[in-house]
């Protein structure tokens, strides 16, 4: 297709583009119609299509019981009119081109998708509470590994005196990331916010971050609830319920999302490797090639701890991530080796069923 069929569509402001046309080809053609999830909630979801909203079934997309093939913001949908009850239900969902996924918060096997198809991870650090470099290392592998391109903003700047060591401390946790900082309140740096992040961006971090409130300044619009957090701790409750997608008015897609209380990894070895890119280029120069980087001759992560160039608080963080990683990977892979059994068992009680009732025949 043109671009100017994409261009003049209304689903262009929310990223429709010709490589979506494209693959939308053979769904057209069975009678579907194009869609953007904008919220997902028990079933039913908020969609954007070429003709407006609507609320729609997720239908049987999704349907093999793994959370992370459900429908959810920011897909790109193929929906099929009149449903079973009567709404638009989703067929199908188009291949998403990223997609961040954290472990599920009952901390079993499955993964859970915070949203799709996103362009721009925008990570939000309150400089009005203690900065968690931690965290913000976690939330920075999640987004590396979704495919997206990470940019951390320092918000609330208006409640300190200056920003450039906050920003000197997270830019050393942050190797190859955008770090800026802005008050919303006042609307310093909401500009620099804007000339950083592109396409479709999710905002990601705690209650409590100014998630809500930069996002109303993005948009040029209170869109979005927002509320007060303690003095005592700099935490907030959760205005944001759910996750929920609002067109940006100088192009590109908002996506706020409730503050998120835990951040579990999910199978993020990639991710990892970029948030510790200093720490990987240290590793590739030890002596030996299976060096865990603890007392071992020749380890030059070792000796940039003890030199000073690596801090031993960022060491500690890799290597509590990288364990959690190998955990969430091993229990993924029991899970699936389950569910192997649990299908062969199957088959053969239906096989034995099927051998009888041949027997009896006879």
Not at 204 to 214: C, D, I, N, Q, R
Not at 309 to 334: F, G, I, M, V
């Amino acid at each position: 297709m043109s671009s100017s069929f994409t261009g003049s569509s209304p689903l262009a402001a929310y990223g429709w583009d010709d490589a979506l046309e494209h693959e939308f080809t053979s769904h057209r053609a069975a009678g579907l119609i194009p869609a953007r999830v904008a919220a997902v909630d028990r079933g039913l979801c908020d969609v954007v299509t070429e003709h407006g909203p609507a609320r729609a079934s997720t239908g049987s997309a999704g349907s093999g019981g793994d959370p992370v093939a459900a429908p959810c913001t920011g897909d790109w949908a193929a929906l099929r009119a009149g449903g079973p009850d009567g709404r638009p239900a989703v067929a199908a969902l188009l291949p998403r081109r990223t997609a961040i996924v954290r472990s599920s918060a009952s901390r079993d096997s499955h993964g859970q998708v915070l949203a799709a198809n996103v362009d721009t991870v925008a990570v939000a650090v309150s400089l009005a509470a203690p900065l968690d470099l931690g965290r913000i290392e976690r939330l920075l592998a999640l987004a590396w590994e979704s495919g997206a391109r990470p940019v951390v903003v320092l918000t609330k700047a208006d409640q300190v005196p200056g920003t450039a060591g906050e920003r000197a401390e997270v830019a050393a946790a942050a190797p190859g990331v955008d770090v800026v900082a802005c008050s919303a309140a006042t609307g310093e740096g909401v500009e620099i916010v804007r000339a950083v992040v592109s396409g479709t961006v999710v905002l990601v971090g705690p209650s409590g971050a100014g998630k809500s409130t930069l996002g109303n300044a993005l948009l040029g619009a209170e869109a979005l609830a927002t509320g007060e957090v303690r003095a005592g701790d700099g935490k907030g409750r959760h205005t944001t319920v759910r996750r929920q997608l609002l067109p940006l008015p100088g192009g590109g897609v908002l996506i706020d999302t409730p503050g998120l209380r835990g951040v579990g990894l999910f199978e993020a070895s990639q991710g990892l490797e970029r948030t510790f890119a200093d720490v990987e280029e240290l590793a590739a120069r030890c002596r030996f090639g299976d060096c865990e980087h603890r007392s071992e001759p020749g380890c030059a992560v070792l000796g940039a701890v003890e030199d000073g160039t690596l801090p031993r608080r960022r060491l500690d963080s890799y290597r509590k991530l990288l364990r959690e990683n190998a955990w969430a990977a091993s229990r993924t892979d029991r899970r699936l080796r389950a569910e192997r059994e649990d299908r062969t068992k199957a088959i053969s009680r239906w096989q034995r069923q099927l051998y009888r009732e041949r027997g009896r025949d006879r």
